[in-house]
C-alpha cells in the first residue's frame, strides 16, 4: 500500500510507504501526503510532499552474507547485510570454522571446522548458528561445502590419503562417495551448476592449477582454463551462464568472468590488490569476493551490470574472507535522499527534499525521478 505507515518508525518523523522507509523533519510526519500518479507501463510512480524529507531509501528483499572472520582470534563464521550492518556472530567454537555456504531455502549454512591435532570435517548448523553437527568423521581432510540446488546434497573435497578427491553426500551425512575421476591428481573447490546435472572444479592434472566441469553422472570432464596461471574457486550464476573464478594471471589474483564453456573471458574485478573467492547473489546482480583493496583483507560487492559499483561490506583490521551469499530478507537497497556516506558505493542524490516522486520499476524499488 502506498500509504504512511507509522507502525514500524525508527526514529521521530519515520516511517514506511510501500517499500520506502522516510523520515521527515520534526514532527512532519502527520503533515506528510502520499498520492499515487497514473501511468502507462509497467512502472507505478508515486509522489511525496507536504514535509520536508530528511531520508528516502528503497528497499528490497536481499541476501545476507556469511563469512569467515578470525576478528576474535581464530576463524568463527559471521553474517550480516548487504551494507555491513546487522553483524553477528554465529559460531563461538574454540576450533576454526570456515568456507561458510548458504543452504538454497537460507535455513542452513554448511562450513568446515578444524581443531587443533583432528581431521578438518564438514559441519552444518541452522541460519542463526543453532544445533551446529558434524556430517564427516575423522580420517582425512574435508573441507569446502557446496550445497546441490535441492538443498539435499554436499559436494566438497576430502583428503583421504596423498590426493585431494570430490565428493558428494547426503545433508545429513550419509551415502558418501567420491565423484572424480581420477584417482591420482588433486581436486577441490566444488561448485553445483545451477540444474544440478554439473560441477565445476579445480585440479592440477594438467601440471597448473585449472577450472573443469563435470557431468556428475557421465563423469565426463571438460577443461574450461587452459593456461599457465592459477586458476580457482569456480562460482556459477543463478542462470547457468557464467562462471566466476580467481585467477593470478596478472601478477595478483582477480575475479574473472567466463561463459559456462569458458568462453569470452573476461576480468572483472580489475584492482591492483587482491581480488577472489567470488559467489554470486541469488538474483546474479551482484558478486561477493574477498579483497585487499582498503588495507586488509574485506568481503566486497560490486555489480555485473549497470555502473558496476564496489562498495566493502566489511572493514575491519582482521581478515575476512570466503562469502557467501544467499537466504534473503528486506534491507536497505538504495539511498535515495539523505547525508553524504548513507548509500553504500556512492552518496545519496540528494540531502534533503521537500517533494519527490518515485518510480517503482514492477520488480523492485531502484529509480528515482
Not at 60 to 77: E, H, K, P, T
Not at 208 to 228: F, N, P, Q, W
Not at 251 to 260: A, F, N, P, Q, T
Not at 343 to 352: A, E, T
Request: charged share 20%; net charge negative; with cysteine.
Amino acid at each position: 500500500a502506498l500509504r504512511p505507515d507509522t507502525s514500524p518508525a525508527v526514529g521521530a518523523g519515520s516511517m514506511a510507504v510501500g517499500p520506502l522507509q522516510v523520515e521527515t523533519a520534526a514532527a512532519g510526519a502527520n503533515q506528510l501526503h502520499v498520492q499515487s500518479l497514473p501511468a502507462s507501463g509497467k512502472c507505478a510512480f508515486v509522489a511525496l510532499h507536504g514535509a520536508r524529507m530528511d531520508y528516502i531509501a528503497a528497499t528490497a528483499l536481499l541476501d545476507r552474507v556469511v563469512f569467515s572472520s578470525n576478528r576474535n582470534g581464530n576463524w568463527q563464521i559471521y553474517v550480516c547485510n548487504l551494507d555491513g550492518s546487522e553483524l553477528r556472530r554465529l559460531t563461538t567454537s574454540n576450533a576454526n570454522d570456515r568456507y561458510p555456504t548458504w543452504s538454497p531455502d537460507g535455513r542452513q549454512i554448511a562450513f568446515s571446522r578444524s581443531n587443533s591435532g583432528q581431521d578438518e570435517r564438514i559441519c552444518i548448523m541452522n541460519a542463526d548458528g543453532s544445533d551446529v553437527r558434524a556430517l564427516t568423521a575423522s580420517g582425512g581432510l574435508c573441507a569446502d561445502p557446496d550445497f546441490s540446488p535441492d538443498g539435499r546434497r554436499l559436494a566438497y573435497r576430502h583428503k583421504r590419503d596423498e590426493y585431494e578427491q570430490i565428493y558428494i553426500m547426503n545433508t545429513d551425512g550419509t551415502c558418501q562417495r567420491s565423484i572424480s575421476d581420477s584417482s591420482s591428481t588433486n581436486e577441490w573447490d566444488p561448485a553445483w551448476s545451477p540444474d544440478g546435472t554439473s560441477m565445476a572444479f579445480v585440479s592440477d592434472r594438467s601440471g597448473g592449477y585449472e577450472v573443469y566441469v563435470m557431468d556428475i553422472e557421465a563423469k565426463a570432464t571438460t577443461r574450461l582454463t587452459d593456461d599457465s596461471y592459477r586458476d580457482e574457486h569456480p562460482a556459477w550464476d543463478p542462470a547457468g551462464v557464467l562462471l566466476a573464478y580467481e585467477s593470478d594471471r596478472n601478477g595478483i589474483s582477480e575475479v574473472m568472468l567466463m561463459r559456462s564453456d569458458g568462453s569470452e573471458r573476461r576480468n572483472f574485478s580489475a584492482s591492483p590488490y587482491y581480488d577472489g573467492m567470488p559467489r554470486f547473489s541469488g538474483t546474479g546482480r551482484l558478486l561477493a569476493f574477498t579483497s585487499s583493496r582498503g588495507g586488509n583483507y574485506d568481503i566486497w560487492l560490486q555489480e555485473l551490470g549497470g555502473l558496476q559499483r564496489a562498495w566493502p561490506v566489511t572493514t575491519h583490521k582482521a581478515a575476512d574472507d570466503y562469502a557467501d551469499l544467499g537466504s534473503p530478507t528486506v534491507q536497505i537497497e538504495r539511498v535515495l535522499i539523505g547525508p553524504d556516506g548513507a548509500d553504500r558505493g556512492c552518496n545519496p542524490l540528494w540531502s534533503g527534499a521537500d517533494a519527490a516522486v518515485v518510480a517503482f520499476d514492477g520488480k523492485s524499488s531502484r529509480n528515482l525521478i
